[in-house]
């Protein structure tokens, strides 16, 4: 059983100058995004759980750029950078964050539950490790359906753990499912360490007793998570069966927007910020590499805090879901029988 | 441009927030992410991060002032290149003067209490027979209740023990176990993994050995993952053993809606559980009633259910200053008397249903509220002894009303005493469809006060429809 027990892996820079450029715009977006949401957080116009994504932006990016039409997407409930990266509209994003009639939900699902049927986005779930199934499902009805569609399975190192997780493993390996479980393995679930709740704490090792491939990345790294994609999607797409891929990535921010995160130093957040952004990394590799200079970098930021701006505002304009939303949509009509 | 920082809210529940620190000063340079002061909220102490980047311009809100409102100017941040000496806040909110010793943030008229901090409302309070007469009361919240309750049992007991995810090291999610990881150790508090199904099964099994296990839910939405090890295993096995292998363990934590936090986290229990042969369950409303009812399921032989409400545990409530109080499983307690319409509720009902009883007092209703306080057994007989009395009854509950509690309380009365009915019962309970997050539509969805007083008024038959 081939496990790659790998840590950071140098990225290669043989990505195009195009290529790095919309990385960099990609993971900015979710940036700036959850910084505005944070800051709409706090002056109450987002209630609730709000989980934010800040600091863990290379994963979904990277591993966007390894799929096609059709291919789906399922995460649980900190999903904002997910739907972002799906290529949601973020008016729409910000807009089920504050609960309005603009949002993707309509205002009814709020920041944990949020889908996209036009873009295979498949939500945003609130129960930790609940979509693992559902994606292995979604890989079960591309394969019934003949195609080459793969789906991809996001989860925490805190999903990791339930039960239900280690029944898809086995059901996806015995049928040959195309499905990647991407482990986002930020280092903590609430405010539980890894190796406080895990007796295996490298989790791309997980597989290893359902005969799944597995793989550590450097999640902080957006180009060593397509790499890792690519293959792993590939292999899915080919019909050989499930992969798991185990990021290795920080969240900057609390658990949610009320954790006060007294389980970690400011030291270790400070550490990873500065040494391992993946913001900053690949802003420094496009310099070096002479396709943009400090000061378009800048305006591009400035362009998406304009893209931003205008999330927000629309979030707060857009009307509260007319009353009549409340009865709506729990069961479908019956058409035709 | 200038840009006005405001006081955030950094919890589902908070209003209001003490600046306890200021991290950075004036003239300071500051870059989004960095913390620039930490603020104390209604649940712990936080750190704030700057948003936009610039140069601290002003402090307008001193370190230390407490009672800082949600939304205050607290500082001004000047952007690239603005003279810092110029810039002003922008919007005219309740900026506080910057000197150390200052007041609170000009206190406007007190919002309405709600959610963590609501307030018990001051009804003529029952003597509780089972609480001897000259014994004095000390003001507790149910969260703290909790905890004594829990704690009381462990010093008692050595074979009680605490499980769950966070409740050790993190102090709880809601802190209902704070520090019983300090005073018992990590034998006696387990934090466990993600794994609800595996953990609740684990405790079980570790009943059946003769321990007595607490295990704790984050919130009872999670206990789904578990459900079957609650029914199946903790609730069959005595009578599929013929009586040889019981378990005597309590399934706790927060049970109903929080505070917008949608579907997959909003929902009450109490008929799911209320349902099954081989449980008790209780789910109680004020502290007093919370530590005696949860120290008798501790010591109960069977698996008992106990739910919780999260947004009760930070409400106060006298809770008697006994050694050992302990109630019984399987009462209601009668909230306050009336003579034209019986209120029934558990949980954060009963307070609703005493505001209501209030409100109708002062429309010439008089109500009585009971208070359930355990959904299985359900102690219909006093519920029954009231309907006698006023002929009137309305029934209370956060839960859907299909296949509710309010039907089975129904049910009960119209078979016992239909005949001292003067009209049909009314129930109060949440709209039919799953909890939607949207503000307007959870406050149409969720049961409240109104739709209490305005269920009295009908079976009074006040409004006629
Ligand atoms: C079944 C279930 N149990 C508990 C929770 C509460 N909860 C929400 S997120 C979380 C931590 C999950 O951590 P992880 O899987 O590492 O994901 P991360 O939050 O780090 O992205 C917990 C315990 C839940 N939502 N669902
Ligand atoms: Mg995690």
């Known amino acids: ?207 290893i007793s359902f005969e799944i491939e597995g793989e550590a990345v450097d999640g902080m790294d957006v180009l060593a998570v397509k790499e890792a994609g690519e293959k792993a999607v590939k292999y899915a797409r080919s019909g050989k069966g499930p992969y798991i891929l185990e990021m290795k990535t920080y969240r900057y921010r609390g658990h949610s927007m009320s954790d006060p995160a007294k389980y970690r130093k400011r030291e270790e957040v400070d550490d990873i910020r500065t040494h391992h952004d993946p913001i900053e990394g690949l802003k420094g590799q496009i310099i070096e590499a002479g396709h943009a200079t400090e000061d378009e970098l800048k305006n591009i930021d400035k362009e998406i805090k304009g893209i931003v701006k205008d999330a927000a505002d629309f979030s707060l304009e857009s009307p509260e879901p007319d009353a009549s939303e409340l009865w709506t949509d729990v069961l479908r009509e019956v058409e035709g029988v | 441009m200038s840009v006005d920082i405001l006081m955030p809210a950094l919890s589902p529940t908070m209003e209001e927030g003490t600046l306890s620190k200021w991290l950075k000063k004036e003239g300071d340079k500051i870059a989004s992410g960095d913390i620039i002061a930490e603020i104390e909220t209604d649940k712990a102490t936080m750190e704030v991060e700057a948003v936009d980047e610039g140069v601290l311009a002003k402090i307008l809100v001193a370190e230390g002032t407490e009672g800082v409102k949600v939304n205050a100017v607290i500082a001004v941040l000047a952007e690239d290149g603005e003279d810092a000496g110029d810039v002003k806040p922008k919007s005219n909110g309740a900026a506080a003067p910057a000197k150390s010793d200052a007041e609170p943030v000009a206190k406007e008229e007190k919002p309405e209490p709600k959610a963590d901090a609501e307030a018990a409302p001051a009804a003529p309070v029952l003597s509780d027979p089972s609480i001897p007469e000259g014994t004095s009361f000390t003001d507790t919240t149910v969260r703290d209740a909790l905890r004594d309750a829990m704690a009381e049992e462990m010093r008692r007991d050595e074979t009680v023990f605490v499980m769950g995810e966070e409740v ?41 050995g003769g321990l007595k296990p607490i295990v704790e839910f984050m919130t009872f939405n999670f206990a789904m993952q578990a459900i079957d090890q609650i029914i199946n295993s903790a609730a069959k096995t005595l009578y599929m053993s013929g009586g040889q292998m019981g378990c005597s363990i309590v399934f706790r934590g927060p049970n109903g809606a929080a505070s917008r936090v949608g579907a997959q986290h909003s929902q009450d229990y109490a008929s799911w559980y209320g349902h099954v042969p081989g449980l008790k369950v209780i789910a109680p409303y004020d502290a007093a009633d919370a530590k005696g009812l949860l120290k008798a399921a501790i010591r109960d032989p069977n698996p008992v259910v106990f739910l919780e409400h999260e947004l009760l545990y930070g409400t106060s409530f006298p809770v008697p200053d006994l050694d050992d109080h302990i109630l019984p499983i399987g009462k209601a307690a009668v909230k306050r008397t009336g003579t034209d319409v019986t209120l029934v509720g558990y949980s954060r009902m009963v307070g609703f249903a005493l505001q209501a009883a209030d409100e109708l007092a002062e429309q010439g209703i008089s109500a009585e509220v009971i208070d359930l306080r355990s959904i299985r057994p359900l102690d219909t007989a006093t519920v029954i002894e009231s309907v006698k009395k006023t002929n009137r009854l309305v ?71």
């Open chain 1, 1 to 207: 059983m081939a496990t790659k027990p790998k840590g950071a892996k140098k990225a290669p820079s043989k990505a195009s100058k195009a290529e790095l450029l919309e990385f960099y715009r990609a993971m900015l977006l979710i940036r700036r995004f959850e910084e505005k949401a944070g800051q709409l957080y706090g002056m109450g116009k987002i209630a609730g759980f709000c989980h934010l994504y800040i600091g863990q932006e290379a994963v979904v990016t990277g591993m966007q750029a390894c799929l096609k039409d059709g291919d789906q997407v399922i995460t649980g409930y900190r999903d904002h950078g997910h739907m972002l990266a799906c290529g949601l509209d973020p008016k729409g994003v910000m807009a089920e964050l504050t609960g309005r009639s603009g949002g993707l939900s309509k205002g009814k699902g709020g920041s944990m539950h949020m889908f996209s049927r036009e873009k295979n986005f498949f939500g945003g779930h609130g129960i930790v490790g609940a979509q693992v199934p559902l994606g292995t499902g979604l890989a079960f009805a591309n394969k019934y359906k003949g195609g080459d569609n793969v789906s991809l399975a996001y989860f925490g190192d805190g999903a990791a753990n339930q039960g239900q997780v280690y029944e898809s493993f086995n059901m996806a390996s015995l049928w040959d499912l195309p499905v990647v479980y991407v482990i986002e393995n930020n280092q903590y679930a609430m405010g539980t360490s890894v190796a406080r709740a895990s007796a295996e704490v490298e989790l791309y090792k997980r597989g």
């Open chain 2, 168 to 208: 050790a090291e993190y102090q709880g999610a809601y802190k209902v176990t704070r520090e019983l990881l300090q005073e018992f150790g990590a034998r006696r508090v387990v934090d466990t993994p993600i794994t609800e199904h595996g953990f609740a099964g684990l405790g079980v099994g570790a009943a059946f």
């Open chain 2, 395 to 465: 029934t209370c509950e956060e839960g859907w009303r299909f296949m509710g509690i309010g039907a089975e309380i129904c049910a009960s009365v119209v078979s016992d005493a239909f005949d001292y009915l003067d009209a049909p019962p009314a129930r109060v309970h949440q709209k039919d469809v799953p909890l939607p997050y949207a503000a307007n539509l959870e406050a149409m969805s969720l049961p409240g006060v109104a739709d209490i007083v305005a269920a009295a008024r009908k079976v009074c038959y006040v409004d006629q429809e």
